[in-house]
């Protein structure tokens, strides 16, 4: 998600400093006012929404900003100015091509929802009843879809688990995820995820740096 936000900042610095050409002839003043743009994005995603979900908005600020730092060296030529254009859109482009063949579908499983496979259901009950299991575990669910199991243990009781993000890295599908306290009632927070594919070797990664191993 942050990727694809500094990237969209990217595109957004240059529309605004295209912009700049019907008002503004010198390239100081042109780079000086989308600096201006990304520095008041990040000063709202700080105090405006704030926290995490400003995070996002903050990140997009870089990008605009990075949009006026290479037009303070390359602004000054017409052809140094063609050459960021097109790098940075053909840039954009491709990477949102990658990232649309190696994308993952997912979805969050429902604990109420009745599962086929290997035995999922009796494991969230596990989890409750031995609150002290952490890491994640992998199972087999409906016309062979893949389903991971997470759960955080008791030290984490009365939190929540939002997934932000599944993407694959070669070998490695990589899940990427946000806990936070909302006295949720379970012992040991759990999330169950469902996947069209999984790759052999499997990353859970939280917004905090916490790495999840798998159960053994």
């Known amino acids: 998600m942050f990727e694809w936000m500094f990237l969209i900042g990217l595109i957004i610095g240059l529309g605004f400093y295209a912009l700049t050409y019907l008002f503004v002839k010198e390239n100081v003043k042109k780079v000086v006012i989308v600096l201006i743009i990304g520095v008041l994005t990040i000063l709202g995603s700080i105090f405006v929404i704030g926290g995490f979900e400003g995070m996002p908005f903050g ?10 730092i290479l037009f303070s060296f390359f602004g000054k030529s017409l ?43 009796s494991y969230f009950q596990q ?10 575990k992998t199972f087999t669910i409906l016309e062979g879809n893949k389903g991971v199991v997470l759960s ?19 070998d490695t599908t990589l899940i990427k995820i946000r806990t936070f306290y909302n006295s949720s009632p379970e012992k040991n927070p759990v999330i169950a995820i469902g996947l069209n594919r999984l790759q052999p070797e499997i990353v859970i990664m939280d917004t905090n740096g916490t790495t999840y191993q798998q159960v053994k």
């Open 59 to 68: 990140v997009l600020g870089l990008g605009i900003i990075t949009i006026s």
């Open 79 to 121: 052809l140094w100015k063609k050459i960021v254009y097109t790098f940075l859109i053909l840039f954009v482009a491709l990477y949102g091509a990658f990232s649309y063949f190696n994308q993952v579908d997912y979805w969050i499983i429902k604990k109420a929802q009745p599962i086929t496979g290997d035995h999922l259901d």
């Open 127 to 136: 989890l409750q009843n031995n609150a002290e299991i952490q890491g994640y």
């Open 152 to 170: 955080l243990g008791s030290k984490m009781a009365g939190s929540n688990i939002e997934v932000l993000d599944v993407e694959e890295q070669g």
